[in-house]
């Protein structure tokens, strides 16, 4: 679908057992409309190094992982898959008939206000509701799959991929911002380099999962029990990865919160139910992961801000990308003060 079929969808279009219309939320991969029972995901069209939406059928099957992976955690929050039809030059979600012009992701609406950044904003969140996130995830990469043949080292690449953003932040930014993104590229490549054994180490030791792939606390219902959502469905290797990988993204975005005692509770509880966390080496390699995210976060605004729709949405998404790039570069530079003390 287009934008412009969004908008006819939105204003004419037929929502069965909706009593209003849904109004649109919007990322740089994905139209989400929100209703008052139901929120409809629908992939947008398009194609990047890491994503692959281009054509009706990969959006289809994309919906379809993002159910299966998603109810591994939220059972009762992803409904179904259903067709966004054109019939008689109006649009149907669901029924039959007419030509099948997209695919949406069917959820049951849940309270926006309970989301996890929301709450983090009004200072709603709880010791408590720390304590229970990190037992619920503890809990999910416990019974998630092993996987003895993923590429330990391909981090390294992973984290590389925010090169392709550095003339374009730098450009709109300032030229520091693409020296702290050559810097930390630098430092991630000697990173992986010199702990190659460990990751691999981690690898054969049963650490890297089958996980959520992007857990921040957007992404996150603090309901009476937690409820993650939003699993990356698009692309393996962004999900598949150390445990350790997927709980410094939550412990990032909470430093980037300002609540890095929340970040290192969570931490602490977490450990209490997974061993992640052995040894001193194991404690960088967190700090790294952290960076990564950091990176990852930079990067994801960096795209938004390319396709924004207007000056006000390109200088906010800037200004996150501005952020993470400035929180990355402070978990660079403990590194190489770590890194440095431990050569001595």
Excluded at 172 to 194: K, N, P, Q
Excluded at 275 to 303: C, E, G, M, T, W
Excluded at 313 to 338: F, H, N, V
């Amino acid at each position: 679908m287009t934008r412009q079929a969004i908008d006819q969808l939105l204003s004419g279009g037929n929502f069965p057992d909706e009593p209003g219309r849904p109004v649109l939320t919007e990322t740089h991969i994905s139209w989400v409309l929100l209703g008052q029972r139901f929120a409809y995901k629908i992939k947008k069209p398009i194609r990047y190094p890491f994503l692959d939406f281009s054509t009706l059928e990969k959006r289809k099957r994309c919906c379809e992982r993002e159910i299966l992976l998603n109810r591994r955690l939220t059972a009762d929050l992803y409904l179904d898959v259903v067709p966004v039809r054109l019939l008689a030059g109006k649009w149907f979600v669901g029924g039959e008939g007419g030509e099948v012009a997209d695919y949406a992701v069917r959820m049951r609406r849940a309270d926006s206000g309970r989301q996890m950044d929301v709450l983090l904003r009004k200072g709603r969140v709880t010791w408590e509701d720390i304590r229970r996130l990190a037992q619920k995830i503890a809990v999910f990469h416990a019974s998630a799959d092993i996987l003895y043949d993923k590429d330990a080292l391909g981090i390294r690449a992973q984290f590389r991929e925010l090169g392709a953003e550095g003339r374009y932040l730098g450009e709109e930014l300032s030229a520091d911002y693409r020296a702290i993104i050559g810097h930390a590229l630098d430092v991630s490549d000697r990173f992986v380099e010199t702990h190659k054994e460990l990751l691999e180490e981690r690898l054969e030791s049963g650490f890297f999962r089958d996980c959520h792939g992007d857990l921040h606390t957007r992404n996150i219902f603090l309901l009476s029990s937690p409820q993650p959502f939003d699993c990356i469905e698009f692309n393996d290797d962004y999900r598949q990865m150390d445990v350790l990988n997927e709980v410094a993204f939550l412990c990032m975005d909470l430093d980037a919160f300002g609540r890095k005692d929340f970040s290192d509770f969570f931490l602490a509880c977490y450990g209490q139910f997974s061993p992640a966390i052995r040894n001193d080496q194991d404690r960088i390699l967190f700090i790294y992961y952290k960076s990564y995210r950091a990176n990852v976060r930079a990067k994801v605004n960096s795209l938004r801000a390319r396709s924004a729709a207007g000056g006000e949405e390109k200088k906010q998404a800037l200004g996150e990308a501005a952020r993470y790039l400035l929180l990355m570069d402070g978990y660079i530079r403990e590194i190489d003060q770590l890194t440095a003390l431990a050569s001595k």
